[in-house]
């Protein structure tokens, strides 16, 4: 896709974040948009050949919407200044009770290039089936953590919202215990995105990915709890 055009356009938009402008240029708008959406499904056929979960991944469902949900936000401002996708089996890329990880990635108005992998804030339910994972996989979840091309790419777990205290219900001498106060089981890095070697960006991707693969699997055995319904 054009990154250069693609970074000019979120550029302008975070300075001109209104509907009048956004409507003004609404035109290089859908085009970028539809580039962006033939990068994700060349990026779903790459992570494919390592990944067989996401091989019949949707594309379009895999993108996330660009207007902002303003209902619960001081911030009024109606769209994003970043595009985005979010890759998982069944297109289930949003945190549910039954969890499963994300491939993510985001492209920034200033031409920052984040990715990871992992579950992102899942709901109490999955995320206490996380923790008693790692309590009953000590053993598997160290190996996860020290997987080489994990640790190379990405280091550690990320630690964004972490607790203070050790969660409830879980011994607080545990060895692992500070993975227990994780809140997301997560990792990703931030680099620049070379506008001027659009034909980089997917194997870039593809290769972060798979060097997040360690973390994925060891997600995917965790013990599927789904939601109650009435």
């Not at 992992?118 to 309590?135: D, F, N, S, T, W």
């Not at 020290?146 to 972490?162: A, C, F, I, M, S």
């Not at 001498?173 to 890095?189: C, D, G, Q, R, T």
Request: hydrophobic fraction near 35%; aromatic fraction near 12%.
């Amino acid at each position: 896709m054009h990154l250069r055009d693609l970074t000019q356009f979120l550029t302008e938009l975070k300075d001109n974040n209104t509907r009048p402008w956004f409507l003004w240029n609404k035109p290089r708008y859908d085009i970028l948009r539809t580039e962006f959406e033939e990068t994700v499904t060349e990026l779903i056929k790459e992570i494919s050949k390592f990944d067989r979960q996401v091989a019949g991944c949707n594309p379009k469902k895999a993108m996330f919407r660009f207007q902002r949900d303003t209902r619960f936000s001081n911030d009024k401002t109606p769209y994003k200044t970043h595009f985005s996708a979010g890759i998982a089996p069944g297109d289930k890329r949003r945190p549910s009770a039954a969890g499963g990880p994300t491939y993510y990635f985001h492209i920034e108005a200033n031409g920052t290039l984040l990715f990871g992998a992992g579950e992102y804030l899942p709901p109490a339910a999955r995320l206490k089936a996380i923790r008693e994972h790692v309590v009953n996989d000590a053993t598997g979840f160290g190996k996860m953590l020290k997987n080489k091309h994990l640790r190379e790419t990405y280091g550690d777990l990320n630690p964004e919202d972490k607790l203070q205290r050790p969660p409830k219900g879980f011994d607080p001498n545990h060895p692992l215990v500070e993975y227990l106060k994780l809140k997301s089981y997560f990792v990703w890095i931030e680099q620049p995105v070379d506008i001027n070697a659009p034909e980089k960006l997917v194997p870039q991707l593809a290769q972060g990915f798979k060097d997040a693969t360690a973390l994925v699997n060891w997600l995917r055995g965790v013990p599927q709890v789904f939601e109650e319904t009435e």
